[in-house]
């Protein structure tokens, strides 16, 4: 048997013109496959269907055609998947080996206690009035409705002059942050605490804002990475940060549980201010604050000539599988050119979007009821009762714990190792799946991320098991 | 009074730092505003939340302050807004005029039936468990529940070769068709039917594909427009088409409603081939089609080597608000290095999308049950019945009348007028809210699209006033 450089066959395509093939070399899964002679037949290293092999004569459809569409560039850029969905092929390839673990996951953080009655009526009344005439209603508007569109306003920017259509009720934080780097283009440059939600900067690498990633630094070229360490109290230097023209910043923070208090938020405003950038502001766990800091960047002044918020009933409602958020966009930010850049994002929104689903909406109309906010705060309440168990957990063990008190995030220090190796030892040894937090930024490395949401069975017994691991 | 080429002011701003700005003319809304002076006193232009006035000594916080970022310049080149609302937009501004007129609606193509009760009935089902233990669920897969992907592979792809991971669940095609302009990046070039649903050639502007809008010729630049026309049949020449990466095909088509044949969706298929180009198929409207035409591009062999496919229950089942739809990418359409486009968009989906609704995925499902599907059926019969009356309606006045019959819009043609003209025409003088076919492309220009989707009672006063105006 002797290795090829390469080897040709000729043999007939689809439409029986003859046609000459060479067979080079082909990687796949780090391996690399070459021709091969063996006992005088020649074998082909041939990719269908997304398996590799060696075969003597490809039948024709055995080859692949291509396109002659380049793939996007960008999209090449991006390393692996995108982190929660390789927490849960992980977690998989775990269970495949370990059929019997019974597996707790406080990794991805996803909601797992039922949606409080008065939301989902809601919800199943306004499906039922859909099978009925005067009930119907077809495409909304792309904006939301009008009714939740006043109710968010006024239960989220009371007093903060935020109008009923500065609000874009959309199908979820994450929708809304890529629709907004849509809006931005590639032609700007932005800044994203590190370590954060991959989503900001997977959509940045998407839209071309970005270089190539880093190895040497596990960094996108062209991001300003704002460290938010414990000796910064996870907020970030701006005195050492460049202007760019966007900055991302999640308060409560995602992955570290911290909140920014007042100084620091004025502080920030008014570094945006100084550089003329503009803040997209994810508020997502602001209920979830324990005191009097902000819930809102425009509770700042000056906030709204440079900030956007955007937020989600996600994590108030558990309406991860639901899908319901929005975004706010002030009339008085404005485009270098003096363009507002909410009537930019209305465009984005009625080209690309046809607005959130009507029953999501009558969903969110209801949580913002007096009952629905009533349950939706008992609800967060749990949620934050488990947060305690995990921090004192933690806590007891020894360890340095973070986050947790303005959050539904537990941020655990383990310093010097890595984080992808304590996240498989933990769910090696006690099969509870948490997040690795070199997931989110270079930044995040040496941490784990435990997110509070779980039965609270679960988050004991998980706790039990942290417990036995690191005594 | 004097108009001024300029005039300075010296104040302080928030910092109580002392600045000087000079007001020079504002063009609002066509006007100009210059600096006046009047009496001794000189009076500034000032833009403040979206109104222009002239004010004497501005304070500091009427001076709009602009960021430094700057505007996505590809959103600058999109022309007005995006077709519908500015439909909407034109409807109240007539229904301002006319407060008592009786408007009807034959215009944005938005379903107006009540949800078949086995369909709402899921919904509201799934709603309620969602307030249960047992029946919570957070976050779904991003590419859609398993069962809900295998009843669409199953249902519209049998025999086809299409897999359950082949289909990407989603909120709608419209969302979707952008998702797609974001996996193909700025890189790419497009061709599009033409006349033909305009989020096609805008998502494609926003993206930045195309060149500056061309005010002589009524296209963008560097987009192939492939006229369809009475003359072609509605199927373009496509020996006069030049290569792109991209062709965007809707069939049945909105809005002429004409349908490609097997033998011309062959000739795509091959056109494509041999171009090595990736066709979007968008067949959101297969379902109203009379004859055995093909219902996907996948019918056509060959075809999951250069297609995708999207599509929709807004038109099936009354879903314009509930918002469920799907895209089919087939493993074996590959970019030019051999890249599964697949494997890009599942990136996309998991990046910038969390999954549609749970929800609206429980009606989807009861839509591909036996029930579900008849009842679909039934409403897209009344649909057809009402595109008969519309389309008899017209031909007995004498029009040349096109579509209809495979699609729930008849195409009508006004050789010689500007189709906003006709369509201002209709709406004045009959309180009737259609389509200008310009709004779908320069080779729209003398038509109206008509939508069979309303109540009977106001498809046939429509029809009535129609025979008024044009007896």
Not at 4 to 10: C, D, E, G, I, K
Not at 154 to 168: A, H, K, V
Not at 231 to 247: H, M
Not at 331 to 345: E, I, T, W, Y
Request: proline content about 5%; some cysteine.
């Amino acid at each position: 048997m002797s290795l090829l450089s390469s080897s040709t066959v000729l043999f007939q395509n689809n439409t029986n013109k003859s046609i000459q093939i060479v067979f080079k070399p082909v990687k796949y899964n780090g391996v690399v496959f070459h021709p091969v002679k063996h006992n005088g037949i020649v074998f082909h290293p041939v990719k269908h269907n997304g398996i590799c092999r060696c075969v003597s004569t490809p039948p024709a459809e055995m080859i692949d055609y291509k396109t002659k569409v380049s793939r996007n560039s960008n999209m090449a850029k991006l390393q692996a998947g995108y982190l929660f969905p390789e927490v849960a092929r992980r977690r998989n390839a775990h269970l495949l080996k370990n059929p019997d673990a019974q597996i707790i996951s406080l990794g991805i953080g996803d909601t797992t206690e039922p949606i409080p009655e008065v939301i989902t009526s809601a919800m199943a009344k306004r499906a039922n009035e859909l099978s009925t005439i005067e009930g119907y209603s077809g495409y909304g508007a792309e904006q939301g409705e009008k009714l939740l569109r006043a109710a968010i306003a006024s239960t989220f920017y009371s007093n903060l002059d935020i109008e009923d259509d500065d609000i874009f009720v959309s199908d979820g934080a994450k929708c809304d942050i890529s629709r907004l780097q849509v809006l931005f283009g590639s032609g700007v440059t932005m800044a994203v605490q590190d370590p954060s939600y991959p989503a900001y900067v997977d959509s940045s690498v998407i839209m071309g804002q970005t270089g190539l990633f880093q190895k040497d630094v596990e960094k996108y070229g062209k991001i300003e990475y704002m460290k938010c360490t414990p000796e910064n109290g996870f907020f970030p230097d701006l005195s050492a940060v460049s202007r760019t023209d966007i900055i991302f910043f999640c308060s409560p923070n995602n992955p570290t549980g911290s909140a920014a208090s007042r100084k620091q938020l004025t502080q920030l405003v008014q570094f945006a201010k100084d550089n003329g950038s503009i803040i997209i502001y994810d508020s997502a766990y602001a209920m979830y604050m324990s005191d009097d800091k902000p819930q809102s960047i425009f509770e700042i002044p000056g906030a709204k000539e440079v900030a956007i918020e955007t937020s989600s009933f996600s994590k108030y409602a558990g309406f991860t599988g639901v899908r319901l958020g929005w975004t706010a966009i002030p009339k008085q930010l404005l485009f270098s050119d003096g363009f507002p850049v909410a009537k930019d994002f209305n465009r984005i929104v009625c080209t690309s979007f046809n607005g959130a689903s009507n029953i999501a909406q009558a969903g969110a109309l209801a949580c913002l009821s007096p009952e629905g906010l009533k349950a939706m705060n008992e609800v967060i309440g749990f949620y934050k009762e488990n947060t305690n168990i995990i921090m004192e957990t933690f806590n007891s063990l020894g360890f340095n714990v973070y986050g947790g008190r303005d959050a539904p995030y537990v941020w655990v220090h383990f310093p010097g190792r890595s984080s992808w190796d304590v996240f498989g030892e933990i769910l090696e040894k006690t099969h509870v799946v948490t997040t690795p937090g070199s997931g989110f930024g270079p930044g995040g490395e040496g941490f784990i991320r435990v997110s509070a949401f779980g039965h609270r069975d679960n988050v004991l017994e998980a706790c039990r098991r942290f417990k036995q691991l690191y005594k």
